[in-house]
């Protein structure tokens, strides 16, 4: 006797979902892909509070590698030239991958690349600004990450690599989709360093979205049984 009144509720709920603003199901990345999907964000209300998701491109001119050499911390020790040699090679190398963002990327802020195939990787970037943090002077290479938070999805879904153009490279279901959690780490070095609570309290509902969509060590176990 019940199944008339079920079968109308969920008649009247595909009409509901119809009406769904449809350009929330992937974070920007529809026209992309033409996803056809129906809206299944069980949305984070901290995410209103990511101001960089509506932030418009904030980008910096960049100097040289001749300019940064004024600028960078110089190494001090004796008889080792071949390792002081190296150690500058490495900054050459960081400040030749500093990139703009792509226009139409949703990208907000000039960022450093991985230099591997033109995305941008959770966790190469965290790594990456843990020696880069010592050239700040230089360049703000800790707004490399304002870019993942732009793309932050409306459950608090941060895809672990996108693409130059902004798109994801994973769905978000995929329990290896996102994380490891090294952003908060990485963002944490960095207040320890320069004690910005600006920057902190700016990105901190961010990250705790970030936190509740994290799979845990035991759902990437059972991913891959």
Request: glycine content about 6%; aromatic content about 14%.
């Amino acid at each position: 006797m019940y199944r008339p009144l079920i079968s109308l509720l969920l008649g009247i709920l595909s009409l509901s979902l119809l009406d769904i603003d449809a350009s929330a199901q992937s974070c920007g990345n529809n026209e992309k892909y033409k996803i056809p999907y129906k809206n299944t964000y069980v949305k984070e209300p901290l995410t209103a509070e990511n101001e960089f998701r509506t932030m418009k491109p904030d980008t910096i001119a960049v100097g040289t590698f001749e300019q940064a050499k004024e600028i960078l911390p110089v190494p001090v020790w004796e008889g080792h030239e071949k390792e002081i040699e190296m150690y500058w090679r490495a900054w050459e190398i960081a400040v030749g991958n500093i990139r703009q963002p792509e226009e139409g990327s949703g990208f907000v802020s000039t960022y450093m690349d991985t230099a591997y195939n033109g995305n941008i990787f959770m966790w190469d970037s965290s790594f990456i600004l843990m020696f880069a943090r010592y050239g700040d002077r230089f360049f703000p290479f800790q707004r490399t990450l304002d870019n993942f938070y732009a793309k932050q999805h409306p459950d608090g879904f941060i895809c672990r690599e996108i693409k130059g153009d902004g798109a994801d490279c994973f769905e978000r279901y995929d329990p290896t989709s996102t994380g490891p959690n090294l952003i908060p780490w990485c963002e944490m070095v960095y207040y320890h360093q320069f004690g910005n609570i600006d920057r902190l309290h700016k990105v901190f509902a961010s990250l705790c979205c970030l936190l509740y969509t994290s799979p845990s060590p035991r759902d990437k176990r059972q991913s891959r049984m």
